[in-house]
């Protein structure tokens, strides 16, 4: 199933199902599953296909990415976190922070894991029982403050607002079967900046949930962002920052395209 959560024109926010003739009203929730109703509703926007109760964020989890970036290939996950409210839907748009300013702002095509029922220690084997569904991600850095004034946390530079679009729908695991071989790529005003595939990552979708719930619950409504591909503008020469103007098409396979442009934050 395909769900993602809109603005109808009344005003009323509501999930809804996609199907081949367009989008129909569904009643249900992460945990419980979802089911159509039959009534056929025209989206107005695309809201973030839920409301995180928290967002983790693994760092160099494709070998290519560490290579790039010259970093060792890690012995265990690289875990850091963002803030919920810097989640924003597709078509939505990412602001440069100007408050607290940065001119060093990156891109970052992930994988977003949706966890769908409360666990905790779980095995490999079963971790996949424990998703709901999987998004597209575009884990948005200000790599100036994550590595520079962060105080040796890249939870700073990766929390400002709009740094986590999500979108545009969730697609459940009964369609989405092997999140492990799929692929990713990310565009700039239309040119290919990254493309890799899933199964270049270092720990797998269940390596990820058994290490995350090793010792610590994991709500319904978390989600991990699994890690980007080579690439991200840091690593580039010159590096390739984000401007105002920009237009970023974020997408992995068996889920979409994300769609996001670019402008400076208002102060």
């Known amino acids: 199933m395909r769900i993602a959560r809109v603005l109808?024109?009344?005003?009323?926010?509501?999930?809804?199902?996609q199907q081949e003739d367009g989008w129909v009203r569904c009643e249900g929730s992460l945990t419980e599953g979802w089911s159509p109703t039959g009534e056929?509703?025209?989206?107005?926007?695309?809201?973030?296909?839920?409301?995180?109760r928290v967002v983790y964020a693994i760092g160099v989890n494709y070998?290519?990415?560490?290579?790039?970036?010259?970093?060792p290939i890690p012995e265990h996950p690289v875990v850091t976190m963002k803030n919920s409210a810097s989640v924003?839907?597709?078509?939505?748009?990412?602001?440069?922070?100007?408050?607290?300013?940065s001119d060093s702002v990156d891109y970052e095509v992930e994988l977003a894991i949706i966890i769908g029922k409360r666990c905790?220690?779980?095995?490999?084997?079963?971790?996949?029982?424990?998703?709901?569904?999987?998004?597209?991600?575009?884990?948005v850095s200000a790599r100036d403050w994550q590595k520079i004034y962060s105080g040796g946390?890249?939870?700073r530079g990766k929390s400002f607002d709009t740094f986590c679009p999500l979108g545009p729908v969730m697609v459940t695991t009964d369609e989405l079967t092997d999140p492990n071989h799929l692929d990713l790529k990310f565009e700039l005003?239309?040119?290919?900046?990254?493309?890799?595939?899933?199964s270049d990552m270092i720990f797998s979708v269940q390596e990820l949930i058994t290490f995350l719930s090793g010792s610590a619950t994991l709500l319904p409504g978390t989600v991990i962002l699994t890690g980007t591909p080579p690439g991200v503008g840091a690593a580039l020469i010159p590096p390739r920052y984000l401007q105002a103007g920009d237009h970023m098409a974020t997408t992995v396979s068996g889920i979409g395209s994300l769609m996001n442009t670019v402008q400076e934050e208002s102060v």
């Open 8 to 17: 109808l024109e009344s005003n009323e926010v509501t999930s809804v199902l």
């Open 40 to 52: 056929c509703v025209q989206p107005i926007r695309f809201l973030p296909p839920l409301d995180p």
């Open 63 to 71: 070998r290519e990415h560490a290579n790039e970036m010259n970093v």
């Open 88 to 101: 924003i839907g597709h078509e939505d748009v990412v602001r440069l922070p100007r408050f607290l300013a």
């Open 120 to 139: 905790k220690n779980i095995r490999q084997e079963d971790a996949l029982d424990y998703v709901a569904g999987y998004t597209v991600a575009n884990d």
């Open 153 to 155: 946390q890249w939870v």
């Open 189 to 198: 005003n239309g040119e290919l900046m990254q493309s890799s595939n899933s």
